[in-house]
């Protein structure tokens, strides 16, 4: 089982930058695929981006596929997500996700019921 805290949110003005971070707790951080999804009210928690075990690639939703960079730091069993050129529709609640996944998987899981352990979230505002 594994724990997941996020950390780095806060408001910040359109154009700006912020980064995010994940720690998780708990043994085998290498063996899980890792994820950012966010959510606003009244909508579906929606899919950021994505790593794959098999080779660590990320993949990203596309509206923030040039604007945002996923990361981890698997001695620190910590991901990244560095938000650069915000603007006020990526304001939401973000959150980390973790899902164990087998050696070698070549799968992106961009699906909210693919993952099993979930963050608390942490709100990120863009706004002048």
């Known amino acids: 089982q594994v724990q997941l805290v996020e950390s780095g949110g806060g408001l910040v003005q359109p154009g700006g930058s912020l980064r995010l971070s994940c720690a998780a707790s708990?043994?085998?951080?290498?063996?899980?695929?890792m994820a950012w999804f966010r959510q606003t009210a009244g909508k579906e928690r929606e899919f950021v981006a994505c790593?794959?075990?098999?080779?660590?690639?990320?993949k990203y939703q596309d509206s923030v596929s040039w604007r945002f960079t996923f990361s981890r730091d698997n001695a620190k069993n910590t991901v990244y997500l560095q938000m650069n050129s915000l603007e006020p529709e990526d304001t939401a609640v973000y959150y980390c996700a973790a899902k164990s996944v087998y050696s070698g998987n070549f799968f992106w899981y961009t699906e909210v019921e693919d993952y099993d352990y979930w963050g608390q979230g942490i709100q990120v505002t863009v706004s002048s």
């Open positions: 790593d794959r075990r098999s080779d660590g690639a990320p």
């Open positions: 708990g043994r085998a951080f290498d063996t899980y695929s």
